[in-house]
Nanobody
Framework: QVQLVESGGGLVQAGGSLRLSCAAS????????MGWFRQAPGKERDFAGA?????????????NYAHSVKDRFTISGDNAKNTVYLQMNSLEPEDTGVYYC????????????????WGKGTLVTGSS
């Protein structure tokens, strides 16, 4: 019943910005985490960041990020729409890849195998 759908990918010049969305449905836990991962061409899927849901809202102060995207990417959530966003600024060619959102309960994790549900991804291409 859980469904995650990403959107917002595209082609962006170096230094540009994109905002990705992850629309979630069927999530009934009282506390869960929504994460973002990315997979560059020829590389493994890696953790980008995550945000925690609790107490009826997203906790931006408990969001965490990979060092490679910290200070450039920001995760936020829309409580009413059950949507999580990944705002990406100062994009570089190295940010190119398929971006996935994922869900698990209670705690964030950087390990792909720890996450219970996945979207199908959206492609982001940073051009030089």
């Amino acid at each position: 019943q859980v469904q995650l759908v990403e959107s917002g990918g595209g082609l962006v010049q170096a230094g540009g910005s994109l905002r990705l969305s992850c629309a979630a449905s069927g999530l009934t836990s009282s506390a869960y985490v929504m994460g973002w991962f990315r997979q560059a061409p020829g590389k493994e899927r890696d953790f980008a960041g995550a945000i925690t849901w609790g107490g009826g809202g997203w906790s931006a102060d408990r969001a965490n990020y990979a060092h490679s995207v910290k200070d450039r990417f920001t995760i936020s959530g829309d409580n009413a729409k059950n949507t999580v966003y990944l705002q990406m600024n100062s994009l570089e060619p190295e940010d190119t890849g398929v971006y996935y959102c994922a869900d698990r309960e209670w705690q964030s994790s950087t390990e792909v195998s720890d996450w219970d549900y996945w979207g199908k991804g959206t492609l982001v291409t940073g051009s030089s």
